[in-house]
């Protein structure tokens, strides 16, 4: 990730569009991803703030900065504070190593970013 302090949110503008154009051309696929995703994060037995957490540290183990900014976007929304978001990453460290770490940091990054917007 760079320095610019408004990578995550130029990062995930930019995705955006891009699902955008895929929603136009496969809206199949994409309706069903998004009530994929709706049914997996909304309140149940976990709160939605718990599967969010939960999907920041699978998108740290994956190594993806995309996922990374969207799910701390959210976060940020749902009142996460820094202390909640890194003890996340904390378990997403201890499970991924080395690589984790650095996207650990990524994710704090992006926390600090949305935090700030």
């Known amino acids: ?10 990062l995930t ?30 309140d149940g037995a976990l ?21 990374i900014g969207f799910h701390v976007q959210a976060l940020v929304r749902l009142g996460t504070t820094k202390a909640e978001l890194e003890e996340a990453l904390g378990m997403a460290i201890y499970m991924g190593g080395g690589p984790s770490a650095m996207y650990s940091a990524n994710a704090l990054a992006a926390f600090e970013e949305f935090s700030a917007a």
């Open 47 to 67: 709160s939605r703030k718990t599967k969010e957490l939960i999907a920041l540290t699978l998108g740290v183990a994956a190594h993806c900065d995309a996922c």
């Open 1 to 10: 990730m760079t320095t610019n302090p408004n990578a995550y949110g130029e």
């Open 13 to 42: 503008t930019a995705i955006s569009k891009q699902l955008s154009t895929l929603r136009n051309d496969i809206p199949d696929v994409m309706k069903g991803f998004g009530e994929l995703a709706k049914a997996a994060s909304r």
